[in-house]
T-cell receptor, first 115, second 114 residues
Framework: GAVVSQHPSRVICKSGTSVKIECRSLDFQATTMFWYRQFPKQSLMLMATSNEGSKATYEQGVEKDKFLINHASLTLSTLTVTSAHPEDSSFYIC???????????FGPGTRLTVL | AQSVSQHNHHVILSEAASLELGCNYSYGGTVNLFWYVQYPGQHLQLLLKYFSGDPLVKGIKGFEAEFIKSKFSFNLRKPSVQWSDTAEYFCAVNAPSGYSTLTFGKGTMLLVSP
């Protein structure tokens, strides 16, 4: 089946620094990728939709200058959390849409802890 | 806008019991329907999906779901659960156009006791 990877799986950083998370589709091309946050014991909250070669579409309430998304190729999207604060600590999950099956496949997630 | 409602937040069953998890959605047009599963410490995995055709769909690990259009429902079922089915189950829908953004339910945590 389709595989999506994320890197890193865990990251701990100091407040004020920036963190980049990578999302890759390993065996299919993904013109569209999605970034989610998952809070403990809650469902996934869509942050933004990333389209290859164009600007990301952010959900209401998500700061585009804080969560920078780049989708430079058909297999890679990156999320950069800029000037991270403790409240940004969360589990960030990406998914990639396989156009041939119109199905999203999810990465394993990245646990971000901001001290 | 689409919305998804999962009726039970927590379900506790004994092994070999039958399972049915409810999912209702709200959307005026054609939808694609999905069930994802998240095992402890693992990422979301696709369990099954419905796009069109036979409203009874079969997925992996003995799961099935039935799409009832008149009830806007897509309930997940398994005749006999196993301890290894302990996980969180998410129902999701999208409209088959545009970016196919998924809308998730809040999830149901299933605990199967041996």
């Amino acid at each position: 089946g389709a595989v999506v990877s994320q890197h890193p799986s865990r990251v701990i950083c100091k407040s004020g620094t920036s963190v980049k998370i990578e999302c890759r589709s390993l065996d299919f091309q993904a013109t569209t990728m999605f970034w989610y946050r998952q809070f403990p014991k809650q469902s996934l909250m869509l942050m933004a939709t990333s389209n290859e070669g164009s600007k990301a579409t952010y959900e209401q309430g998500v700061e585009k200058d804080k969560f920078l998304i780049n989708h430079a190729s058909l297999t890679l999207s990156t999320l950069t959390v800029t000037s991270a604060h403790p409240e940004d600590s969360s589990f960030y999950i990406c998914s990639a849409r396989d156009r041939s099956t119109d199905t999203q496949y999810f990465g394993p997630g990245t646990r971000l802890t901001v001290l | 806008a689409q919305s998804v409602s999962q009726h039970n937040h927590h379900v506790i069953l004994s092994e070999a019991a039958s399972l049915e998890l409810g999912c209702n959605y709200s959307y005026g047009g054609t939808v694609n329907l999905f069930w994802y599963v998240q095992y402890p410490g693992q990422h979301l995995q696709l369990l099954l999906k419905y796009f069109s055709g036979d409203p009874l769909v079969k997925g992996i690990k003995g799961f099935e779901a039935e799409f009832i259009k008149s009830k806007f429902s897509f309930n997940l079922r398994k005749p006999s659960v196993q301890w290894s089915d302990t996980a969180e189950y998410f129902c999701a829908v999208n409209a088959p156009s545009g970016y196919s953004t998924l809308t998730f339910g809040k999830g149901t945590m299933l605990l199967v006791s041996p």
